[in-house]
C-alpha cells in the first residue's frame, strides 16, 4: 500500500471517528472537561465533584448500585423474553426450558432473579443512607420524593415479575400480595380487580403482570431514573457538608470509582448467580395451597402485619408510612447535618427513623424465617 | 452455660433419630425376595409349567405322573443346562436339544419378556430350598426403587 | 504510596484487561444464550410410511411436509416442493416438471431450474428405510439427483 | 486517605500515558484489578459449568467409544435431543443422554446408553410416544437428578418402578388390559370384584356394575343374629366376603339390624309342607347337579357363589325353598340359574341344605316391632353410608355413586400427614395403597368400607386407581373398545338363556362371566351339533382334572334342541372353514405327528395321556374339522394364555393332525348315566 493511500484511509477513518467522539480520548484537564460534557452516557455527571462525595463512605455508592442492577435487570430480562411465553399453559415449561434447554439459560435466570432481589435491598439502603445523611433537605427535597416513587416501582417491578415463573411459589406470593392490596378501602377491590384483569390468577392476571414488568413499569422507572440523576446534578450535586468545597475533575476520579463500583456489582450478581439457583417449584395449581402461603420475602412484613389486623397492617400502616415518606422533606425544615452521616442536629430524627426501619427489617425477618404452616410461630434452626 | 445446655437439649429433642420412611406400596409389590421379573417368571411358570413341573420346579406336577421320562426337579439338573440351552428348552421344547418331546414348545406363544421371565425364575427354582444365606454374589436382590 | 507508576500501570493495565475479558465473556454467554438449542418444530428427519403406500411410477406430494416422493423403477426419491425463489410452494405437472405459481419459475423433473427467476435447483433429500420398514426422509441432508433408494 | 492522592496529578502533559495510573490511588488500582480477575474467574466458570452440562460428558463418552464397544451406529446426532409431543403436552429431553435407546445391539451397554428392553419400542415409537409417558420423570430436564430418577422436590412424576408402570400402560389402555401388565390387571379385576362403580364413577368403567342382594324382605330371609355378625364382621362368616366392613360401632349395628329387619317390599312366602322331606335324596340331587362348581362346602368348590356349610345360622329351610324354587323372583339380578326341579325335589334340596349340610341353627323369632326411633337411626346409617349403592332397598334410588369420582384419582396431590405419621413415604402410590388397605388410616372417618385386601391386592388396585388422571388422553391416543352395549340376548334363545343364566359362567360377545372357558360366540363353529344339544342335556367333563363342571340343569329336550339350534347356526365364525379333507393317507401322517410332539403327555388316547387337556377319544363325534384345524394353527388367537403350545405346524400338518384325532374311537364308558 502506498504512503498517500495510506495516509488517506488514516484521514477517512479520523473524520468518522471524530464525528463520533468529538473530543476523542481526553488528554489535557480542559479536554476532559470537554469529554464530560459532550458524551450522552457522561453529560450527567458534573464535570467537577466535589471532594467528599467522592469518598465511598458519603455515599456507599449504594444508588450507583441500584442503577446497575436495574441494567443488568434490563439486559437479562431481555435475553429471557426471548424465551418466556406469557400463557398459564405455556409459562411454566418455558421455564423449565430457560433452566434445562437454553444455552446459560439457568446462568441468566439466576442474574435476573439476584439481581432483582439485590435491587429491592439496595434501594431500601440507599434511602437510609440518604435519610441518615441528611441529603433530602432542601433543594433535594423534590428528589426525595422521586426516589420514594423509584422504591415503590422498585417494589412493583419485582413483585410482578414475581408471578411469571407461573410456579407454586409465584401463585401464592401473588395471590397473598394482591389479597393485601384488596384491603384498602373503597379502591382495593377495583384496583386488584384491574391488575389481575379478572377476579382470580389466570391468563389474563399473567399477561397484564407480563406487560407491567416487561414494559409499562422499566419505562416509568427508566424516565423516574433520568429525572432522579438529572435533579442531583440540578440540586447542586451529592449532598455534602458545607465549606468543604474542595472539587476534583470527574474524568477520571468520579468515572473510576463508578466503573469499580460496576466490576464490583457484576461480579457479586454473577458470582450469586453460579452458586444459588433460583428457585422453581411446582407447576401453579389453584386448587392447592401450601402452608403457609407467603408474599414475597420483601412484603412480608407487611403481611406479618396483616396477620395482626387486616385493616391496620394492610391499609392504615403501610399507607400511613408511603404518605409519611413523601411529605417527610416538606415537614423535616430544619436545616443542618446535611451530607453528615448521623448528624448530631438530627439526632431525634435519625433515631425515629432508625426505629422503622429496624421495625420493617425485624417484621420481614419475622414473616420470612420465624412463621410456619398456619402462620405459627416457628424457630428457623428446630425447622 | 444452664440455658445453653437447656437449648440443645430443646435440639435434641426436636430431633428424634429417623426412621427411613417405607415405600409401603413398593414392599407389597414385592413377592418374598423375588425381583419384578422373577415374580413375572412365576407367574408365567405358574400358568404354563406348573401343571407338569410343580409350583416350584420339583417335578412334581399333576401331570409328572404320566410323563416317561418325568419332568425333572431342577434344583438338582437345572446347573447342568447352560442358560442359552435353558432358552432352546423354553422355545423349542426338549425337542430341541434332542431329547422327547414331553415338553413342548412354548417359543411362539411366549413373547420375548416372557421368556426372559422365566429364565429368570428358573434360577430362583433351581436355588437350594430353606437355605437361608442364600443372598450370595450371584443372587441379585430386588432393589426398591427410590 | 511507595510504588512507583510503572508498578500502577501494570496493575491498571491487568485490570483493564481482566475487566474487559471478563465483560466479553459474559456478553458472549448472553450472545449464546439467544441461539436456540432446542426446536418446536416437526423434526427435520421423519417417517413417511412404507414404500407399499407408494404406488410404483407415481409422484406423490405430501403437503405437510412440503415434500414430492418419487417412485420410478429405479426406485424412490424426494424433492422439496419449496421454490427456492421465495419459498411458495411449488406445483408438479406431469412430464413438465415443477412450476411455481408466485413468481413463474420452472423447474424439470430432475428438480433444475428451467426457467425464472429461481436460481438454484429444487433440493433433493437423503432417503433411507428405517429397520422397521418405513421410509425415512431426512432434509437437512440433500443428495445428487441420481440419488434413488432401492426398497 | 484517598483524596490525598487527587491534588498534585494532572498537571503536566508529559505523563500522558501514565496519567490515569498516577491520579487515582494505588488502593483503588488494587482493588479494581483484583475485581477485574474475579469476573474474569466467573465468567470462565460460568463458561465451565455449561461446558460440563452432564448430558455433554455422556455425548462425548458415546462417541468415543461406548459405541464401538457395544456396536451401535454411533451416529448421533449433537445437541439436546428432544421429542414434542404437542397432543401430549410433553417434552422429552431423556435421549440427549439415553443415547442408544432405540438401538437394540445396544441392549448390553451400561446405562445411560442402554438399548431399550422388551418389545414395547416396535408398539410405541419413541417419536410418537417420548419416555416419560410410561416411564414417568421430568422429561424437560437434561441432568440425572432433575429428571426424576429418584424422587425430586417439586415434580410429582418421578420415574415409575416397573410396577407402577403398569399403571401408565392403563391410562391409555382403558378398556382391555395390554399384555404383560400384571398389577393393572389385577386390580382392575379386584375393582370390578368389590363393586367400585356402585360408589365411585370410573371412568370407562360404567357398565361393570354388579348388583349385590337385594334388601327387600329380609326379615323373611336372614336371622337377626347372624345379619348383626355379618354386619360386625362379613369377613369372619364369608372369607372372600365381596362386602367390606363399615367398622360399625354396635349401637350404630343395632340400629342398622333393626332398619332392615323391619318389613321392607312385598315379599311372599311359599307355604311348605315339610312332612315326607327327604334329605338324603336331597343330597343326591344336590351331588348331580353339581352344585358345587358355583358354589363352597367347607371351602371346596366353587367361588361364584355363596359358601354352604354355615349357610343354616343365616336363613331358615323356608327362605331357602322359596329361593331355590325361584331364585329370580326374589333376586332378579342373581347368577343362580332357576334350575328345572319339581317342588318335591325343591323340597328335598333345601331340606338337604338346611339340615345335613349346614348346622341347622333355628332362625331368631322375627322381632314383631323393632324400636322406631332405633330404625330410624338405622335408616340414617343406611343413607349415610350409600348401602343402597350396592343393595336394592324400596324406597331408595338404585344407583347412588355417594363416593368422589375417581378420573384423575392418580394425579390428586394427598395430604402427606397421615402417612408421614405412619412413617410411610408420603408418595401418592403410597397414599392409594394405604387408603385401599384400610380407609380409617388416612381418614378416621371415612365412610368407604374396608376391605380387607391383602398386601399385594391393595398393591394392585393402587395400581388401577394410579391409572385413572386427570389430564385427558388424546382420543387418538386412548384405547378404548367403541361403546358397546351389554349382549343382550333375544326371543325364545334368550328366555332360555336368562332361565338358565348361561351367562353366569360363560361369555357372548363380551359379556358374562369367566368360570367357564367355552366362550360361546363361536361354539356353533367349533362343535358339533348333535353333541352340543347332548351335552346340555347331560353335561359330561371332557376335562377330567377340570373342578369346575357345567352343572347338571335338567334342561328339557325341546329346550336343548331349541339352544343347540340357536348356538348352531348363529354363534359361528366366519373364518373357521367345515370341513377338511380327512382320508386314510392323513390319518397315519396325523399319528406320525401325534407322536413326535408329544401330544399324549396332555391329552388322553385310548386309556394312557395326561389330564391337562381334553380327553381325545371319540371327539369326531364332538368337534367340527375346520375348527380343530384353525385351533391348532394358532391356538393362541382363540384362548390367549391356553396350555395348548403352538408347534407351528403347517395347514398341511394341521389337516393330518385333525383326520387323526378326529378318527379316535370312543370309549365305551364315557357317556355318564
Known amino acids: ?383 | ?146 | 504510596m511507595s510504588e512507583g507508576p510503572p508498578r500502577r500501570r501494570v496493575v491498571l493495565t491487568l485490570g483493564t484487561a481482566g475487566l474487559a475479558a471478563g465483560g466479553l465473556g459474559l456478553l458472549a454467554a448472553l450472545a449464546r444464550s439467544v441461539v436456540p438449542d432446542v426446536l418446536y418444530e416437526a423434526p427435520r428427519r421423519f417417517p413417511i410410511g412404507r414404500p407399499e403406500d407408494y404406488p410404483p411410477n407415481s409422484v406423490t406430494l405430501l403437503p405437510e411436509r412440503r415434500l414430492f416422493v418419487f417412485r420410478t423403477a429405479e426406485g424412490f426419491h424426494a424433492i422439496s416442493a419449496i421454490c427456492t425463489h421465495l419459498g411458495c410452494n411449488v406445483n408438479h405437472e406431469e412430464g413438465h416438471g415443477f412450476v411455481c405459481p408466485c413468481h413463474g419459475s420452472t423447474y424439470d423433473e430432475d428438480g433444475d431450474v428451467t426457467n425464472g427467476p429461481a436460481a438454484w435447483p429444487l433440493p433433493r433429500y437423503a432417503m433411507s428405510l428405517s429397520r422397521r420398514g418405513e421410509l425415512v426422509v431426512d432434509t437437512r441432508r440433500t443428495v445428487d439427483p441420481d440419488f434413488r433408494l432401492r426398497a | ?673
Open chain 1, 1 to 383: 500500500m502506498s504512503e498517500p493511500t495510506r495516509g488517506r484511509i488514516h484521514r477517512a477513518w479520523r473524520r468518522i471517528y471524530r464525528s463520533v467522539f468529538r473530543i476523542g480520548w481526553p488528554r489535557t484537564r480542559q479536554q476532559r472537561l470537554a469529554a464530560m460534557l459532550s458524551s450522552l452516557a457522561l453529560h450527567v455527571h458534573p464535570t467537577r465533584v466535589r471532594v467528599h462525595v467522592l469518598r465511598f463512605s458519603s455515599t456507599l455508592g449504594l444508588g450507583l448500585v441500584a442503577f446497575y442492577l436495574f441494567l443488568i435487570l434490563i439486559v437479562t430480562g431481555l435475553a429471557l423474553m426471548l424465551y418466556y411465553v406469557p400463557h398459564p399453559d405455556a409459562a411454566y415449561r418455558s421455564m423449565k426450558d430457560i433452566q434445562f434447554a437454553v444455552t446459560f439459560g439457568m446462568f441468566l435466570r439466576n442474574t435476573h432473579r439476584w439481581a432483582a432481589h439485590g435491587m429491592v435491598a439496595v434501594v431500601f439502603l440507599h434511602m437510609c443512607r440518604v435519610f441518615f445523611t441528611g441529603s433530602y433537605k432542601r433543594p433535594r427535597e423534590f428528589n426525595w420524593v422521586v426516589g420514594v416513587l423509584l422504591l415503590l416501582l422498585t417494589l412493583a417491578l419485582s413483585f410482578t415479575g414475581y408471578l411469571l415463573p407461573w410456579d407454586q411459589l409465584a401463585f401464592w406470593a401473588i395471590t397473598v400480595g394482591t389479597s393485601i392490596v384488596a384491603y384498602f378501602p373503597l379502591v382495593g377491590e377495583p384496583a386488584r380487580y384491574l391488575l389481575l384483569g379478572g377476579h382470580e390468577i389466570g391468563q389474563a392476571a399473567l399477561l397484564r403482570f407480563y406487560v407491567l414488568h416487561c414494559v409499562i413499569l422499566p419505562l416509568l422507572m427508566a424516565s423516574l431514573i433520568a429525572l432522579h440523576f438529572w435533579r442531583v446534578v440540578k440540586d447542586g450535586g451529592l449532598a455534602a457538608p458545607p465549606g468543604r468545597m474542595r472539587r476534583a475533575p470527574a474524568w477520571p476520579h468520579l468515572l473510576f470509582r463508578e466503573l469499580l463500583i460496576l466490576v464490583f456489582v457484576l461480579v457479586l450478581v454473577h458470582a450469586a448467580a453460579l452458586a444459588f439457583d433460583a428457585p422453581l417449584e411446582q407447576i401453579a395449581d389453584a386448587a392447592r395451597t401450601p402452608n403457609p402461603a407467603k408474599a414475597p420475602w420483601y412484603f412480608l412484613g407487611l403481611q406479618e402485619l396483616v396477620h395482626y389486623g387486616a385493616i391496620l397492617g394492610g391499609v392504615v400502616v403501610p399507607t400511613a408510612m408511603i404518605i409519611a415518606l413523601l411529605v417527610l422533606p416538606y415537614v423535616d425544615r430544619r436545616g443542618g447535618g446535611v451530607g453528615v452521616w448521623f448528624a448530631r442536629e438530627r439526632r431525634r430524627a435519625n433515631t425515629v427513623f432508625a426505629l422503622l426501619a429496624v421495625v420493617v427489617v425485624v417484621l420481614t425477618v419475622i414473616g420470612t424465617f420465624f412463621r410456619g404452616p398456619n402462620w405459627d410461630w416457628v424457630w428457623p434452626w428446630l425447622r
Open chain 2, 1 to 146: 452455660m444452664t440455658v445453653l445446655f437447656a437449648v440443645a437439649l430443646a435440639a435434641g429433642c426436636q430431633r428424634t433419630p429417623e426412621v427411613p420412611p417405607v415405600d409401603a406400596v413398593q414392599e407389597a409389590f414385592r413377592d418374598g425376595e423375588l425381583s419384578a421379573r422373577e415374580s413375572h417368571g412365576r407367574r408365567v411358570f405358574a400358568e404354563r409349567c406348573a401343571t407338569c413341573h410343580g409350583a416350584e420346579g420339583r417335578g412334581d406336577g399333576q401331570n409328572a405322573y404320566n410323563l416317561d421320562p418325568p419332568p425333572p426337579d431342577f434344583q438338582e439338573s437345572l446347573d447342568a443346562l447352560s442358560p442359552e440351552d435353558r432358552r432352546r428348552v423354553i422355545e423349542g421344547g426338549t425337542a430341541a436339544l434332542g431329547r422327547s418331546a414331553l415338553c413342548p414348545p412354548w417359543g411362539r406363544s411366549l413373547d420375548e419378556l416372557e421368556v426372559e421371565a422365566l429364565l429368570a425364575y428358573l434360577v430362583v427354582t433351581s436355588r437350594p430350598s430353606g437355605d437361608e444365606e442364600e443372598t450370595g454374589p450371584g443372587r441379585r436382590r430386588w432393589r426398591r426403587p427410590r
Open chain 4, 1 to 673: 486517605m484517598a483524596v490525598a492522592a487527587l491534588t498534585p496529578a494532572g498537571k503536566g502533559q508529559g505523563h500522558r500515558r501514565a496519567g490515569l495510573a498516577r491520579r487515582i490511588p494505588a488502593r483503588l488500582l488494587r482493588t479494581f484489578a483484583v475485581l477485574s480477575v474475579v469476573l474474569l474467574a466467573v465468567a470462565v466458570a460460568a463458561v465451565v459449568q455449561e461446558w460440563r452440562a452432564e448430558w455433554r460428558q455422556w455425548q462425548s463418552r458415546f462417541a468415543e467409544g461406548e459405541t464401538a464397544v457395544h456396536g451401535g451406529d454411533g451416529d448421533t446426532e449433537q445437541g439436546i435431543q428432544q421429542i414434542w409431543l404437542p397432543d401430549l403436552d410433553r417434552v422429552d429431553r431423556c435421549t440427549s443422554c439415553h443415547l442408544g435407546i432405540a438401538s437394540p445391539e445396544m441392549k448390553d451397554a451400561p446405562q445411560p446408553f442402554r438399548g431399550h428392553s422388551g418389545p414395547w419400542l416396535d408398539s410405541h415409537r419413541p417419536d410418537r410416544f417420548g419416555c416419560t409417558a410410561c416411564h414417568g420423570g421430568q422429561g424437560e430436564a437434561t441432568t440425572y437428578r432433575d429428571a426424576a430418577h429418584q424422587p425430586l422436590p417439586f415434580w410429582s412424576e418421578p420415574m415409575a418402578s416397573r410396577e407402577l408402570m403398569e399403571a401408565r400402560c392403563g391410562t391409555c389402555h382403558q378398556e382391555r388390559n395390554p399384555p404383560s401388565t400384571y398389577w393393572l390387571a389385577r386390580g382392575r379385576a379386584l375393582m370390578t370384584d368389590r363393586n367400585c362403580v356402585a360408589c365411585h364413577e370410573i371412568p370407562g368403567r360404567d357398565s361393570e356394575e354388579v348388583r349385590a342382594p337385594r334388601l327387600d324382605g329380609l326379615a323373611l330371609k336372614v336371622s337377626p343374629a347372624w345379619l348383626r355378625g355379618w354386619l360386625a364382621d362379613p369377613r369372619g362368616y364369608l372369607e372372600r366376603s365381596r362386602m367390606g366392613d363399615f367398622r360399625l360401632r354396635p349401637e350404630e349395628i343395632e340400629a342398622l339390624a333393626a332398619f332392615l329387619l323391619q318389613p321392607h317390599g312385598v315379599v311372599e312366602a311359599d307355604e311348605v309342607d315339610w312332612t315326607g322331606a327327604d334329605p338324603e335324596r336331597g343330597g343326591e340331587i344336590f351331588r348331580a347337579s353339581r352344585c358345587v362348581t358355583c358354589h363352597s362346602v367347607n371351602g371346596r368348590g366353587g367361588t361364584l357363589a355363596p359358601e354352604l356349610a354355615h349357610v343354616g345360622a343365616k336363613v331358615g329351610r323356608d327362605w331357602l325353598y322359596s329361593w331355590i324354587r325361584d331364585p329370580h323372583r326374589l333376586q332378579p339380578d342373581t347368577l343362580m340359574p332357576r334350575f328345572r326341579f319339581d317342588d318335591d325335589q325343591v323340597r328335598d334340596l333345601a331340606a338337604y341344605i338346611a339340615e345335613d349340610l349346614a348346622e341347622p341353627k333355628g332362625l331368631d323369632a322375627n322381632q314383631a316391632d323393632p324400636d322406631p326411633d332405633l330404625a330410624a337411626e338405622g335408616r340414617r346409617i343406611f343413607e349415610r353410608r350409600g348401602c343402597y349403592s350396592c343393595h336394592e332397598l324400596e324406597g331408595f334410588p338404585v344407583r347412588a355413586r355417594i363416593g368422589p369420582k375417581l378420573a384423575g384419582e392418580g394425579d390428586r396431590i394427598v395430604d402427606p400427614a397421615p402417612l408421614v405419621a405412619r412413617g410411610i413415604e408420603p408418595t401418592r402410590p403410597n397414599w392409594l395403597f394405604t387408603k385401599v388397605s384400610g380407609p380409617e388410616r388416612v381418614l378416621e372417618t371415612a365412610r368407604m368400607p374396608t376391605f380387607g385386601f391383602a398386601e399385594d391386592e391393595a398393591a394392585a388396585v393402587s395400581v388401577a386407581l394410579l391409572s385413572l388422571r386427570a389430564q385427558d388422553v388424546p382420543p387418538g391416543r386412548i384405547t378404548r373398545d367403541p361403546d358397546r352395549p351389554p349382549y343382550e340376548p333375544q326371543g325364545e334363545f334368550g328366555a332360555l338363556v336368562r332361565r338358565y343364566r348361561c351367562l353366569s359362567c360363560h361369555q357372548i360377545a363380551g359379556t358374562g362371566g369367566t368360570l367357564s372357558t367355552v366362550v360361546l360366540d363361536r361354539i356353533g363353529s367349533q362343535l358339533r351339533r348333535d353333541y352340543i344339544e347332548q351335552f346340555i342335556q347331560n353335561p359330561i367333563a371332557v376335562r377330567v382334572g377340570l373342578a369346575e363342571r357345567m352343572p347338571h340343569l335338567n334342561i328339557t329336550a325341546e329346550e336343548a334342541a331349541l339352544l343347540a339350534g340357536y348356538l348352531s347356526t348363529v354363534m359361528v365364525d366366519d373364518a373357521v372353514e367345515a370341513e377338511v379333507p380327512r382320508d386314510a393317507a392323513a390319518v397315519a401322517r396325523g399319528k406320525e405327528l401325534f407322536d413326535r410332539h408329544g401330544c399324549q403327555a396332555c391329552h388322553i388316547v385310548g386309556d394312557s395321556g395326561g389330564f391337562v387337556g381334553p380327553d381325545l377319544n371319540g371327539s369326531g363325534q364332538r368337534l367340527q374339522p375346520g375348527w380343530t384345524v384353525a385351533w391348532l394353527l394358532d391356538p393362541e388367537r382363540w384362548k390367549p394364555g391356553t396350555l395348548q403350545p403352538d408347534h407351528g405346524l403347517t395347514r398341511e400338518e394341521a389337516e393330518a393332525l385333525t383326520a387323526y384325532t378326529l378318527s379316535l374311537p370312543a370309549r365305551k364308558a364315557q357317556v355318564l348315566p
